[in-house]
């Protein structure tokens, strides 16, 4: 299963963006996909996912701010960040987790000035 990631980039505290991430490799769907990000000196903390059959989980950090979205027949998803912060300024990573394994997509940075 290959990850590609876009999106992100630079923006002001209180704005917006979006990231998307498409997964291939799989003829089957995939079972849970979602972000991760790992801001400077920082461990990699999860951010939110989303599975195939809808169940879905965000860390309380992003809770009714970000926006996580599905395309089971594409197996893509998206997040949707407002209401952005410096403290969410980190590389985002999509994960995606199908039979057990572990998949990582290439980071997409996510900078938010004050």
């Known amino acids: 299963v290959q990850l590609q990631a876009s999106g992100g980039g630079l923006v002001q505290v209180g704005g917006s963006l979006r990231l998307s991430c498409a997964a291939s490799g799989s003829e089957f769907g995939i079972n849970t996909m979602g972000w991760y990000r790992q801001a400077p000196e920082k461990e990699r903390e999860w951010v939110a996912s989303?599975?195939?059959?809808?169940?879905?989980g965000y860390a309380d950090s992003v809770k009714g701010r970000f926006t996580i979205s599905r395309n089971n027949a594409e197996n893509t998803i998206t997040l949707q960040m407002t209401s952005l912060t410096p403290e969410d300024t980190a590389v985002y990573y999509c994960?995606?987790?199908?039979?057990?394994?572990?998949?990582w997509g290439q980071g997409t940075q996510v900078t938010v000035s004050s």
């Open positions: 989303k599975s195939m059959f809808g169940s879905q």
């Open positions: 994960h995606a987790n199908h039979y057990g394994a572990q998949y």
